[in-house]
């Protein structure tokens, strides 16, 4: 079992940035595949950003790419969203996962645990 908790989203400029955390609890964090997905109100769950458990490998949707980058620290049980260049269309709530690395990560497939969420408000 993992354990995931989300920190790190408030109320931001265009523009700007903010650097979202996901502590994980559980022995298995670090063998675990993490991802970060948001949802905007009204639309489907999308997915952000995922990196392999020895953060060698990383996946970036083409929407945030060159703007959020993903890392984690498997000594904290961490994972982090830093997200510049702030728009409006980021507004959300994001999510972590944690899972396993495969081809359908982006679809949420093989990502076993979720967080409960931080809020992301981007205003102009």
């Known amino acids: 079992q993992v354990q995931l908790v989300e920190s790190g989203g408030g109320l931001v400029q265009v523009g700007g940035s903010l650097r979202l955390s996901c502590v994980a609890s559980?022995?298995?964090?670090?063998?675990?595949?993490m991802g970060w997905f948001r949802q905007a109100p009204g639309k489907e769950r999308e997915f952000v950003a995922a990196?392999?458990?020895?953060?060698?490998?990383?996946r970036d949707a083409d929407s945030v790419k060159g703007r959020f980058t993903i890392s984690r620290d498997n000594a904290l049980n961490t994972v982090y969203l830093q997200m510049n260049s702030l728009k409006p269309e980021d507004t959300a709530v994001y999510y972590c996962?944690?899972?396993?690395?495969?081809?359908?990560?982006?679809?949420?497939?093989?990502?076993?645990?979720w967080g409960k969420g931080t809020l992301v408000t981007v205003s102009n």
């Open positions: 990196i392999s458990w020895s953060g060698a490998l990383t």
């Open positions: 559980g022995r298995t964090f670090g063998n675990s595949a």
């Open positions: 996962a944690a899972g396993s690395w495969n081809t359908g990560l982006s679809t949420g497939r093989g990502m076993d645990y």
